[in-house]
């Protein structure tokens, strides 16, 4: 059995997909795009089910990609059961997505989420007359608590087909008269729900369509804009909102009024055109905090009881030496140096994501993005290139001009993702303090506005406003705080830990083989020259494009440094050049796994432009940090 879990951003789907699945997800694009979908295989009462997590959708009826995929995959006829996930506390919009899927005739379960939202509200929700209504079992859950997931999965095998509500006799005449006329082979799921795809013009489904077909839907179209003085599509959902509304009425009593709560009055502070900045500010300080102190613990207590090992077994210059003197030191470097950062960063980050801080951070920036010719939807992409890039750039495509996402796509590599961070923290804030490592973040924030308002000035037209939900604040369970920071460092285990690795074993093979000579003297221009590093840190430039952390672990073996990086590096370079190279490593070449994306997100000459301007920033930047620090006489 297949089930797919549906529903609208900010629903908790996803929570409780989290919940059902574990540990066991596999990630996987949909065929031809870099839209991502979840899915995972449990054993539930002997049964083999799997579980898919669709991409959040408000409707079925939308030109985004996302929501365009996640319906081709309810329309392909692999979909079983279809649990539609709804927020109670917001059950009469959140209805309006429930009737659309009832044109899928599909089986389907309706999950009353966020009950606890709900009761604290005020309302309360007739689940037997819901379900009487609707035709389908309605199991009320909290699914960042687990409550009622259970029932819900017992639930499904009495899923049925929805009953579909219907519209104004005008709108259904519209319907029957489109849809009996289909050709069999341009339908989609059933005909119904073909001839209102035809009738909102929907992209897909005109594109199927002949000349004949599309004049035939214009006809009926057209009677009924000139009948009702509104566009189609208006019609159609201004009716679906009618009957959410009727619906909700009919299931909900309101029974009391809500008092101003808790979670309001932090508001109150959290959006304050004042407050607001300060505690965004010290959020993200905090952050950085903890990721440096619980980083430095977490690393000092692996690296001590390792290092000795490996200076006691795996000396000697024997081909077999050298490659487990590689493997070690990537081990190490992964285990003792990467991960230690890491996995407090993200944890923060998630637990931020959850608690439903990320949307009013976005909310405060839209004027700073405003200056950059962006509004506060590119927040998301900035916030999450905090923790990796690639994502970050994959939802750049929510912004709707190309221009938009061109400039996106230039900046948020600039941002220091969590391997970046691990640089900064584990040299600037492992050598000169937490504090300086903090102002260089602000300086970094500075550099990328600064950058983004030069390619504001070559832009034309203002920069457009934003809309955007704020969904409750609410205290996320650290079961799904845990895994999503889980996924992130398998993610790195599993695939950026062996390049690490393997980078590490070549680089001792090159220098068995007297390779880095070459290379140092080829890149030396730049980093003697205009950077005014060692020559030996050549080396270190080619392996950052695989990972930004591979550099560290390669600074430190070009400079021969064993044991603690921080203090080993503090004895060979100057702050001056440890400035300077820090600033390179994080806003030069994004790692190749992002200019991969870049790639499909962009091709190949978009992709090559913003791979040369990030060179180009980060060459100015550091030849402007050399200069400064030369000034004082710290070079």
Request: hydrophobic share 50%.
């Amino acid at each position: 059995m297949r089930i797919a879990l549906v529903g609208q951003p900010n629903s908790g789907k996803s929570t409780i997909f989290n919940y059902i699945a574990g540990y066991r997800v596999r990630t996987a694009n949909f065929p031809g795009v870099t839209v991502t979908y979840h899915e995972s295989d449990v054993m539930y009462r002997g049964e083999r089910i799997t579980i898919v997590d669709l991409p959040g959708i408000y409707s079925l009826y939308t030109g985004d990609v996302a929501e365009e995929e996640a319906r081709r995959y309810l329309l392909s006829g692999s979909v079983d059961v279809i649990i539609n996930v709804v927020d109670a506390s917001v059950l009469s919009r959140s209805l309006e997505l429930t009737l659309e899927l009832a044109e899928l005739r599909i089986p389907m379960v309706v999950c009353l989420n966020m009950m606890d939202e709900a009761r604290r509200k005020g309302l309360e929700i007739d689940v037997g007359t819901l379900e009487k209504i609707l035709g389908v079992p309605v199991v009320p859950c909290i699914g960042n608590r687990g409550v009622g997931i259970q029932e819900m999965l017992n639930r499904v095998r009495e899923a049925r087909t929805p009953v579909c509500i219907r519209f104004d006799e005008d709108i259904e005449r519209a319907i029957g008269y489109v849809a009996e006329r289909l050709p069999e082979d341009i339908v989609m799921g059933t005909r119904r729900l073909t001839a209102i795809l035809l009738l909102q013009g929907d992209r897909d489904a005109l594109k199927a369509a002949g000349d004949e077909m599309r004049e035939l839907v214009e006809r009926a179209a057209r009677a009924l804009t000139e009948a009702h003085g509104r566009d189609i599509g208006y019609i159609i959902s201004s009716q679906r909102h009618a009957i959410a509304m009727d619906l909700f009425e009919r299931a909900v009593r309101v029974k009391r009024k809500p008092s101003v709560s808790v979670r309001e009055r932090l508001d109150r502070y959290l959006l304050h055109p004042v407050y607001g900045y300060i505690i965004l500010a010290l959020t993200f300080m905090a952050m950085l905090w903890v990721a440096f102190f619980v980083g430095d613990l977490l690393s000092g207590l692996i690296i001590g009881p390792l290092e000795g090992a490996g200076e006691v077994y795996l000396q000697g210059d024997d081909p077999m030496y050298i490659v487990l003197r590689g493997v070690y030191e990537g081990f190490i470097g992964g285990v003792g140096i990467v991960i230690p950062y890491m996995i407090p960063l993200l944890a923060v980050l998630g637990f931020l994501e959850d608690v439903g801080y990320l949307s009013r951070a976005a909310y405060l920036l839209d004027r700073l993005f405003h200056r950059m010719g962006l509004h506060g939807k590119a927040a998301g992409p900035f916030l999450l290139g905090y923790g990796c890039t690639v994502p970050a750039i994959m939802a750049t495509r929510i912004l709707e001009s190309p221009w938009d996402r061109l400039r996106a796509a230039i900046l948020v590599p600039m941002v220091p993702c969590s391997a970046r961070s691990v640089v900064i923290l584990a040299l600037i804030g492992g050598i000169f303090g937490p504090w300086v490592a903090m102002a260089f973040y602000a300086v970094n924030i500075t550099a990328v506005y600064m950058v983004g308002a030069l390619l504001h000035s070559f832009s034309k037209g203002p920069s457009l406003g934003l809309v955007m939900e704020m969904p409750d604040l609410k205290m996320p369970s650290a079961l799904s705080v845990a895994k999503k920071t889980y996924y992130v460092v398998y993610e790195f285990l599993l695939f950026a830990w062996p390049i690490i690795i393997a980078g590490s074993v070549v680089l001792e093979a090159m220098a068995y083989a007297g390779l880095n000579d070459g290379i140092n003297y080829v890149l030396s221009p730049l980093t003697v020259l205009v950077l005014g590093l060692p020559a030996s840190l050549g080396i270190t430039i080619v392996f950052g494009i695989f990972r930004k952390e591979l550099a560290l672990l390669m600074m430190a073996a070009a400079l021969g440094i064993s044991g603690d990086v921080a203090s080993g590096v503090s004895g060979m370079m100057s702050p001056g050049q440890i400035f300077t190279f820090v600033t390179f490593i994080t806003f030069y070449i994004p790692c190749f796994s992002t200019v991969v994306v870049l790639w499909k997100e962009l091709g190949r000459r978009k992709t090559s432009l913003v791979v040369l301007i990030n060179i180009g920033v980060a060459i100015a930047l550091s030849l402007g940090v050399r200069l400064v620090f030369t000034a004082v006489g710290l070079f």
